[in-house]
């Protein structure tokens, strides 16, 4: 089963922060949960978060699927905040997956629900484009009333 067979278009999009130093990291970030052990969240992304992390250390492969991961770090204060799966393994990409591959830890990253066009209802997925017009995501404004929520 694949992204194509799972349906996530009824989910919140989010903006992503480092809980360490409140850097926005992602303005397409969605909760989701570890594919190998579903009793973990996460966040994940799909677009990478340019100007926001950066690599940090070597690949590595975790105990439960052969993934290959490389862990990332917020770029303003150098706290690790999740990683990028380098490359799929067969069983995650066969499990019904949502086709993000940057995934943040939830002790590392909070997340504030975006609000659609109206101002009123929460953006979902469905209703997000492919690719937005800015995706420089340090240049993302989060207005007040999504801070006080």
Not at 27 to 51: C, H, Q, Y
Not at 78 to 95: A, T
Not at 129 to 146: K, Y
Request: hydrophobic share 35%; net charge negative.
């Amino acid at each position: 089963m694949s992204a194509s067979t799972c349906s996530f278009k009824d989910r919140c999009v989010s903006i992503l922060c480092c809980k360490f130093c409140k850097q926005v990291l992602s303005s397409r970030g969605m909760k989701a949960v570890l594919l190998a052990d579903t009793e973990i969240d996460l966040f994940s992304t799909d677009i990478p978060p340019t100007n926001a992390v950066d690599f940090i250390g070597r690949c590595y492969f975790t105990e439960i699927c052969k993934c290959k991961l490389k862990d990332i770090a917020c770029l303003k204060c150098g706290n690790i905040v999740g990683y990028h799966v380098i490359v799929p393994c067969c069983s995650c990409l066969l499990s019904c997956n949502n086709g993000h591959f940057w995934m943040f830890h939830s002790q590392a990253v909070y997340d504030i629900n975006r609000l659609d066009s109206t101002g009123v209802n929460f953006l979902l997925w469905g209703n997000l484009p492919e690719i937005e017009e800015s995706t420089d995501e340090d240049t993302l404004d989060i207005s007040a009333e999504e801070c006080i929520r």
